[in-house]
């Protein structure tokens, strides 16, 4: 499935807008909790006391990789994300911006349960634009862009934005900012190789 025409230039813009309102600098990283919490959404984790204590060791000591997050709706509106605090720090803040995602783009929703796959809903569309905005939340295009044009490696833009290497490796994939960052430099050396 593919994002409807034009979404991508919607989620740079909404993420942008986000990061001011947030007044984080595109090219600094992100804060999923203080995205949270500007918008009222608490975050809970698997510590918490009215969960069952045979459920939570289930999912952080037996099969933690089967459950991230999930966000759940509250009556009569508003929503709790209950994520999973033994995951690596990193996949938790891409998880938080994923389900923060789903609340920015206001999307209609039941309960979604993120695991090592991503999220789980069933309607596929929803999902991949969550992915891209939490991808463009996490590491905006403009700020690949500087990140390709600096040469840095998925590991450096990785470090330096706190996401793991596979979402660096998509952001900087996805928002095309080595091919530009090459297209760029080969226009430069072909001008400077041209005898005048």
Partial sequence: MTLRRGFKK??????????????????APLDP???AELYGIEVFDLRSPFLPAESVRHLTEERPHVYSAALVPLHPSGAVIIENHVH???RRRSTIAHEMAHVLLEHPFGPTLTDENGCRSAVAGIE???????????????AARVAAFKGWSDHSVANHFRVSVAMATWRMNMSGARRIAARTRFKAEARYATPA
Avoid: H, N, Q, Y
């Avoid at 919607?10 to 090219?27: C, K, N, Q, S």
């Fill in 10 to 27: 919607e989620a740079r813009e909404l993420a942008l807008e986000v990061r001011a309102e947030l007044g984080t600098d595109v090219f």
């Fill in 33 to 35: 909790w203080a995205l």
């Fill in 88 to 90: 690596p720090m990193r």
């Fill in 128 to 142: 991949e634009e969550a992915a891209e905005l939490s991808g463009e939340l996490l590491i905006p295009t403009d």
